[in-house]
């Protein structure tokens, strides 16, 4: 009986579900050919030599999507068209002689996850309110990994793990309490898994809606008398309010000819003493109501001249500047007299107590005899 040697292309082959493959198995001719069933052992592919000089055919295959390429007596080749994950195990090449010589290749089959899809959210949330992100990829083998992401910061979410049949269901969320800060935020959910060479992305964005807030900006810093006037009340909220409302000392507007309102700006076209005063601006949603206000105050231009504002400043800056450089002279003259009169009566005590021995006074006559010394008093 003659003796058939092969080889296998590849002991271990992974691929990712819908894609196709194709096995090569190399042997000898097969010298002595038999008739012989497909052997038990067999998932996918049998060779069955029963022509002469060895040439081998596949026995037929009933799933379509396995296709025979090429079978010579060097080579058997299939090739299985749009993988699943059924495809996964054991392939054995037998060629039928005696005894019977196989050879064996194992096929991994990677699901690939499918797109994910964020749930949870309701457009608008109201500020204060507690959402649930979740974001699902299924399909995937193994189990896919999830990443969220805040704008560009990576944030931190909850994941849960369910397996369906070879496959994996894989969730991942976020809860947050939104406020104003959230509106237009993005939050993205990337995919990552090994048959995936970049993830899979989905976002999306909040919209929050929130009270409105408001504040009153204007176009002089010095407003003077016969000046145009220009105030303007800026309002964050969403959704936007329509209308402002302007007021002055709590009452309508006194002069409608020179106070001319244009959406939120309240325009004075020629400032006069008389519309010195606080002015209110008022906004809402259906989330609320706020306002502000300012205290306009018109300066005179003559009392100010033409520079007035800046030579005020000057004048104050010097005035406090002379202040101070009078109270260090008079604490430094205070300080020199004081430590002048505690030097002269340190003098006054001779040489053993002075602290300058040039100007100390040495008492020394006779025998060393020292003189009564020197009392001196600083009033």
């Known amino acids: 009986m003659g003796e058939v040697q092969y080889v296998i292309l590849s002991k271990a082959l992974i691929l990712s579900a819908g894609a196709f493959i194709s096995f090569e198995f ?20 049998a060779p069955l030599c029963t022509e002469p000089l060895g040439i081998c055919r596949l026995r037929a295959l009933r799933d379509h999507r396995i296709e025979l390429v090429r079978a010579t007596s060097q080579e058997l080749t299939i090739k299985i068209g749009d993988v699943s ?13 005696m005894p019977v ?26 500020e204060g309110d507690v959402i649930t992100l979740t974001c699902t990829t299924s399909g995937s083998k193994p189990a896919a990994h999830i990443r969220w992401f805040r704008n560009d910061k990576e944030v931190q979410g909850t994941k849960e793990l369910n397996a369906t049949g070879k496959s994996f269901t894989v969730r991942s969320s976020l809860q947050l309490q939104v406020d104003k800060r959230d509106d237009g935020v993005a939050y993205t959910c990337s995919v990552e898994h090994v048959s995936l060479s970049n993830p899979y992305m989905t976002t999306e964005v909040l919209e929050v809606h929130y009270a409105p807030h408001l504040d009153i900006a204007h176009s ?63 906004a809402s949603n259906h989330l609320g109501t706020s306002s502000a206000e300012y205290t306009l105050f018109v300066y005179d231009p003559n009392a100010l001249g033409q ?40 003098e006054a ?30 009033i």
């Open 101 to 126: 010589k196989t050879t064996k290749a194992f096929l991994t089959v990677l699901g690939v996850p499918g797109r994910p899809e964020i749930t949870g959210f309701t457009k608008p949330a109201m």
């Open 26 to 45: 190399l042997y000898n001719v097969c010298l002595d050919p038999i008739t012989s069933p497909m052997h038990p052992s067999t998932k996918a592919l």
């Open 307 to 346: 520079h007035g504002p800046d030579h005020a400043l000057i004048g104050g800056v010097v005035a406090v500047v002379v202040f101070i450089t009078l109270c260090l002279i008079i604490v430094l003259g205070r300080y020199l007299a004081r430590h002048k009169g505690t030097y002269l009566t340190h």
């Open 85 to 97: 994950l059924s495809d996964e195990g054991q392939y054995t090449c037998s060629l039928f002689t």
């Open 220 to 282: 002089l810093l010095i407003p003077q008398e016969g000046q145009y006037f220009k105030l303007e009340c800026v309002s964050i909220g969403n959704p936007i309010p329509d209308s402002v409302l302007w007021s002055k000392d709590g009452g309508e507007l006194p002069d409608i000819e020179r106070m001319i309102v244009e959406g939120r700006d309240l325009t004075i076209t020629t400032l006069n003493k008389t519309d010195n005063g606080t002015y209110r601006c008022e």
């Open 349 to 378: 005590k001779g040489a053993e107590d002075a602290p300058d021995a040039d100007t100390a006074i040495i008492n020394a006559e006779g025998n060393h005899v020292h003189a009564e010394e020197k009392k001196e008093y600083f």
